[in-house]
């Protein structure tokens, strides 16, 4: 007897609950599609960067802009073996404005840098330069 006098409280206590599941059910879902539009927009970026890049790595001037280091500096103080698409250099009384030319220079080609040893020795510099392409 007593809950059919608190009935219609019961079916608003009810629809309070629904309501507020509701409500929890949906910012779940709101949070979900957001972080699954983040990873999305993260995705497409690293595919765009991979493609980037690998139009950089497949660029057939490569060759040309690594063989301009050895005629960066002088034939006298340079030692270069070139096999395939591998370089193996030595630098040897380089001055500082040299090593920062040659350095500028090698950081600005699209190579893989496998060795660069910079030695200092009075005011000259040694490096040994080793990169894949």
């Not at 698409?85 to 500082?96: D, F, H, P, R, W």
Request: proline share 1%; with cysteine.
């Amino acid at each position: 007897m007593s809950l059919k006098r608190y009935q219609n409280e019961l079916l608003v206590l009810l629809a309070f609950f629904l309501m507020f599941a509701a409500l929890l059910y949906k910012n779940g879902q709101l949070a979900s599609q957001a972080e699954t539009a983040a990873i999305e927009k993260q995705e497409v970026n690293d595919f765009k960067e991979i493609v980037i890049l690998k139009k950089i790595w497949a660029d057939k001037k490569t060759s040309k802009k690594v063989e301009k280091l050895k005629k960066l500096i002088p034939a006298s103080k340079t030692k270069w073996s070139n096999k395939s698409k591998k370089v193996t250099a030595v630098y040897e009384g380089l001055s500082s404005a040299e090593l920062n030319k040659l350095i500028s220079k090698i950081l600005s080609i699209a190579i893989e840098i496998r060795q660069l040893d910079i030695k200092k020795t009075g005011s000259s510099y040694h490096v040994e330069f080793k990169c894949k392409w």
